[in-house]
């Protein structure tokens, strides 16, 4: 679902690599050697991350919480939706997530194709 990237679980390898920041900091010079262009963020989920690094590079959401902050300002074209999901918000006025998460989710789900909700 994901094109052009490359999904890790890395809670499990943070016992052997060491912290995030040590971590990320690896991943970056070995991804560097191999020649590849890339963003790294960290997230709680894989979705979540994906949507991360639309926005930013090097962003780190510990838990929920930090993932909640960090995603309610972002852009709504940024998200990965559908363009026509996008677009369709954005004609509504709705221009940053925390606005779509206030929604109700029933208006959303007869609005909008059930991907959507998902994402959301």
Not at 26 to 49: S, V
Not at 67 to 77: C, N
Request: aromatic content about 6%; glycine content about 6%; hydrophobic content about 50%.
């Amino acid at each position: 679902h994901y094109p052009r990237c490359l999904l890790l679980e890395v809670q499990s390898s943070l016992g052997l690599f060491g912290p995030w920041p040590s971590f990320e900091a690896r991943l970056r010079t070995e991804l560097a050697a191999l020649g590849f262009q890339h963003r790294i963020a960290a997230a709680p989920n894989p979705a979540a991350a994906r949507v991360l690094v639309n926005v930013g590079d090097g962003l780190l959401a510990s838990d929920a919480h930090g993932l909640q902050q960090l995603l309610a300002p972002l852009p709504v074209d940024r998200l990965g939706l559908s363009a026509t999901a996008s677009s369709a918000f954005n004609r509504m006025g709705l221009r940053q997530l925390r606005q779509l998460w206030e929604l109700p989710r029933a208006s959303v789900a007869r609005r909008f194709p059930a991907e959507v909700l998902a994402q959301l």
